[in-house]
């Protein structure tokens, strides 16, 4: 199957999902309507043989595109905003289901801004890829696993940020606004505020609404609502690092080492520690900012060195990302050059 009739495949269902399913009654028959969508998107990621086009299709589509249709078929998240007019809300229901959108509508606390701006960001990943890429077997291994950490973030945000200010561009007219992909991680104080309120926003909300709310509102007329709590977040956790490992096993193809899933185990673990020191403190006491910040970001950076990278580098996705984009970089460097030179 081509690019070409991937795309139009999830084109297609989207519109099936649009004018079929909205129109059948919310709840398990409209998620029985939609089980076909969920099959396609699941298995599209294995059509593809590069693997940034497999990891991009499988965090876009197989990822966040079902758990937004899951959350549809009961009426609930981002989709449902876009099905009650007419058909002029197909173009933004395609977008917001198939991209990493989210709408401030959508947003209890929308975020206000991102002191790196998108060219900033470029030029920041532009020297990180030249460093990995180019000039790998002159660095030091941790330096190199410390350059991934910020090839991961800043691909992410440029990822996100060039969907919005394309949706914008395309979508001229359209009253929607979109929000940040994230909000100054490196600045984080907590881990509860550094996977709640900072990194990687829109996957934040998606798994709160179909993993950690759902959970959380079961469970607290059984076990109570502290307890439902902690649960609901180790829940969330738990799902996170197996969509991660459903990710990395379509990239590599072979069978999952659990590693990444340990780590997203160990974050909801010490988030479930760090919500039940605070209660017990009452905010009594507390660390200076600058001090939780470095421990916080420390431990994310540490932690994903034993438990995130391994798993991706002994396989080599990370050497096969990095030519397929170092590649692309290259030629569009090239291009400039030449561009450049044709005026002079």
């Known amino acids: 199957m081509s690019s070409i009739n991937i795309c139009l495949s999830i084109i297609l269902s ?32 294995l059509y593809f043989s590069s693997s940034f086009l497999i990891a991009l299709t499988t965090f876009f589509i197989t990822w966040l595109a079902n758990f937004k249709l899951l959350l549809f078929a009961f009426n609930q998240g981002p989709l449902s905003s876009f099905t009650q007019k007419n058909a002029t809300n197909l173009p933004i229901f395609i977008f917001m289901a198939s991209l990493p959108l989210r709408s ?10 991102i002191p790196l701006n998108l060219g900033l960001e470029f030029v920041l990943f532009a020297i990180f890829l030249e460093l990995t890429f180019h000039h790998k077997s002159q660095l030091h291994p941790k330096l190199i696993l410390i350059c991934y950490c910020f090839l991961v973030f800043l691909m992410i945000d440029i990822l996100v940020a060039l969907s919005s200010n394309i949706v914008k561009i395309i979508l001229v007219g359209f009253e929607l606004e979109l929000e940040s992909p994230s909000n100054e991680p490196y600045l984080s104080t907590s881990l509860q505020d550094f996977w709640g309120n900072r990194w990687n926003l829109t996957v934040t909300n998606t798994l709160r609404l179909t993993v950690y709310n759902p959970v959380r509102s079961v469970l607290s007329e059984v076990v109570g609502r502290m307890c439902a709590l902690r649960v609901a977040v180790l829940a969330t956790f738990v799902v996170s690092g197996l969509m991660h490992e459903l990710l990395f096993y379509y990239v590599n193809r072979v069978s999952p080492s659990w590693e990444m899933t340990g780590f997203f185990v160990l974050h909801g673990l010490c988030v ?5 020191v605070k209660r017990a403190l009452k905010d009594t006491w507390r660390l200076p900012g600058f001090v939780s910040g470095l421990l916080t970001v420390g431990f994310v950076v540490v932690t994903a060195f034993g438990l995130f990278f391994p798993p991706i580098i002994r396989n080599g996705a990370d050497e096969r990302v990095l030519q397929e984009v170092g590649f692309c970089f290259d030629f569009i460097k090239a291009k400039m050059v030449q561009f450049v030179g044709y005026f002079r």
């Open 14 to 45: 989207l519109c099936y999902s649009y004018f079929i399913s909205s129109k059948i009654p919310k709840g398990i028959p409209r998620l029985i309507s939609l089980l076909p969508i969920f099959y396609l998107f699941t298995i599209l990621p």
């Open 104 to 113: 401030k509508q959508n947003m209890k606390n929308p975020t206000k801004k």
């Open 272 to 276: 479930m520690v760090e919500i039940g």
